[in-house]
């Protein structure tokens, strides 16, 4: 149950939670929840929604040459990557999860298990959330989680945090939130207790007029014992009193601090409601991937590339790649508008393209040629055409010449 769930419930409900399992300290409460961040629905549809777009990032094992040109490479690191991290997890699991575990401890370990009989990589395993600190022993930097007692030389695992500073900070604090979830609770704890007028006991007609205030006093506590003795909801009032209840129509909380706080949580982790909700422009969805993504993509990037290839390898350009391009480009109206330019242009050949929607490339690597205008001649004969074209024209030239001589 989050946080703000507990505003949706009713008012008796909300102060026996607070009564039996808080002794009555709103403040306990209020940080009790504000603690449990995972918990808070908003929290938890903001960052499965962030872990979910990276999860679906297409990831490669590549080799670049020195001209740029790249080669895919299918081997078992792929597909690890791409397939099966570990016995317990497929890959798209294992990725929302190490996502997931940054967004709320803001440190993520991953250790890489390799086959000693073939030197390839095995399986990837997120390490339990634990304290660490970083020990530096001349060039060899290790890591030692507290609670184990384990040590691991950081060069052979990978490390993730969200922020610059190394550890990127003990745990998760969103600071501002707690404060306006405090007041959230004091808020809807204070409309829950019973301490406005709630009705008004007014004499018959017929009974005696103004009482004094001794007398008020008399039978308001009269009134007052006969509803704390109540028998299953009935309560006795005298003939000369009647009741008139004053129903109070109002909000448990204030609904635009609610959303100012949930705003708080969105923007935390990199999402819009918009986003959520699927009424994300072209343009916001942009700047979702170069704001947010492509940083944390190009971190998990480096992390991998150098903590899974030897020294040698990288050298020959082996790396990972993590693609955003293609979340940049959400729409068909905007893939339409890419393709036009970018077929014509010598950008994209028809397989990129093709690649893009769904489609397999066309046999015998006919879709591998570049086109450019004129009309999408190929490539390879742009050059030979502007020589013949020259040429004619010189043949014109030397024509006109000898005529007018």
């Known amino acids: 149950m989050g946080f703000l769930d507990i505003f949706k419930r009713k008012k008796p409900e909300l102060r026996t939670i607070i009564k039996e399992y808080y002794g009555g300290n709103i403040g306990l409460f209020a940080r009790s929840y504000a603690s449990k961040i995972y918990d808070i629905p908003e929290v938890r549809t903001a960052i499965e929604c962030f872990a979910d777009i990276f999860s679906s990032i297409p990831k490669y094992v590549e080799r670049v040459d020195r001209d740029g040109n790249i080669t895919y490479i299918d081997n078992q690191m792929s597909k690890v990557i ?12 294992f990725w929302k999860d190490v996502v997931t575990r940054l967004m709320l401890e803001n440190n993520v370990f991953i250790e890489p298990i390799w086959d000693m009989t073939t030197g390839n990589l095995k399986h990837l395993y997120l390490l339990p959330t634990d304290s660490f600190e970083f020990e530096l022993n001349g060039d060899t930097a290790n890591v030692k989680f507290l609670t184990t007692g384990k040590t691991y030389d950081l060069s052979k695992i990978i490390y993730l945090n969200r922020f ?41 007609s017929s009974a005696s ?109 082996n790396r990972i790649e993590f693609d955003t391009f293609n979340l940049t480009i959400g729409t068909m109206s905007a893939k339409a508008a890419l393709f036009n330019v970018g077929l014509r242009q010598g950008v994209l050949t028809i397989d990129d393209a093709r690649e893009m929607i769904g489609l397999p490339p066309l046999p015998d690597g006919l879709g591998q040629m570049t086109r450019v205008t004129a009309d999408t001649l190929d490539i390879k004969l742009v050059n030979e055409m502007q020589a013949a074209q020259k040429g004619l024209t010189k043949i014109k030239e030397n024509n006109n010449g000898k005529e007018n001589d």
């Open 82 to 93: 791409n397939l099966r991290a570990n016995p317990l997890q497929n890959s798209t699991q």
């Open 209 to 317: 007029g103004l009482l004094k205030e001794k007398d008020r006093k008399g039978v308001m506590t009269d009134f007052k014992l006969n509803m704390d003795n109540n028998v299953q909801g009935v309560s006795y009032l005298d003939g000369q009193w009647q009741v008139t209840p004053v129903n109070w129509q109002e909000n448990d909380v204030n609904r635009e601090l609610m959303q100012f706080v949930i705003n708080i949580v969105y923007n935390y982790f990199g999402i819009t409601e918009s986003i959520i909700n699927n009424k994300a422009t072209e343009v916001e969805y942009q700047l979702l991937v170069k704001n947010k993504l492509d940083p944390l993509a190009l971190q998990i990037e480096q992390e991998l590339t150098s903590k899974l290839f030897t020294q040698r390898e990288i050298e020959f350009g």
């Open 164 to 204: 610059a500073s190394i550890t990127g900070g003990a745990r998760n604090n969103l600071g501002l939130y707690e404060t306006v979830v405090q007041s959230l609770a004091e808020q809807a704890i204070n409309v829950a207790k019973p301490n406005k007028v709630r009705a008004f006991l007014q004499g018959k």
